[in-house]
């Protein structure tokens, strides 16, 4: 069954520091997605994006995300100067159309 | 405002009986989905029932949904020890946003 796979599994970086996430999505998906989830909360959403850009975007989706899908398979998410509170699960998640996502499994940032 | 909150935070039975967790939400919705975590792990999408829709069955597991009183349901007959985790509705709206809640956990005892 295809998968929508995410590297690292877990990331630890230094606040200030820049991450990027990374998300292979179901290659013939269209619509493309981040959520969080902080530990003990519920999954939040970040940002959706189609057709080369973003379609819709959270509060927390401030100007230190960026989100790109720089070739034809991979989908990253990069936080530009990590705070503690951005430690959390991050999910990446893809749909054929707007509904009926696979989710990846996600990469566990820590922030410290 | 709040949306896909379920109910009960956490439910406890035995294996073989049935589960059956319930979702408010407060918006007009596209659709509605549940999905399943396992402690740290992903999520595992189970079932997605459409606004138009009022009952939808996969296996052991039945969705209703209505859309006048915003509320959803998911019910797992003959409950197993491996279905337990937490389980999350989500509401999604016509641009793929889903909004989820706090989750049930699920605890089925051998």
């Known amino acids: 069954e295809p998968e929508v796979t995410q590297t690292p599994s877990h990331q630890v970086t230094q606040m200030g520091q820049e991450v990027i996430l990374r998300c292979v999505p179901i290659s013939n998906h269209l619509y493309f997605y981040w959520y969080r989830q902080i530990l003990g909360q519920k999954v939040e959403f970040l940002v959706s994006f189609y057709n080369n850009e973003i379609s819709e975007k959270s509060e927390i989706f401030d100007d230190q995300f960026s989100v790109e899908r720089p070739d034809g398979s991979n989908f990253t998410l990069k936080i530009r100067s990590t705070k503690l509170e951005d430690s959390a699960m991050y999910f990446c998640?893809?749909?054929?159309?707007?509904?009926?996502?696979?989710f990846g499994s996600g990469t566990r940032l820590t922030v410290v | 405002s709040q949306q896909g909150e379920e109910d009960p935070q956490a439910l406890s039975i035995q294996e073989g009986e049935n589960a059956t967790m319930n979702c408010s939400y407060k918006t007009s919705i596209n659709n509605l989905q549940w999905y399943r975590q396992n402690s740290g792990r992903g999520l595992v999408h189970l079932i997605l029932i459409r606004s138009n829709e009022r009952e939808k069955h996969s296996g052991r597991l039945r969705v209703t949904l209505d859309t006048s009183k915003k509320s959803s349901s998911l019910l797992i007959t003959a409950s197993r020890a491996a279905d337990t985790a937490s389980y999350f509705c989500a509401t999604g709206n016509q641009g793929g946003k889903l909004i989820f809640g706090q989750g049930t956990e699920l605890s089925v005892k051998p």
């Open positions: 998640a893809s749909s054929e159309q707007a509904a009926g996502y696979t």
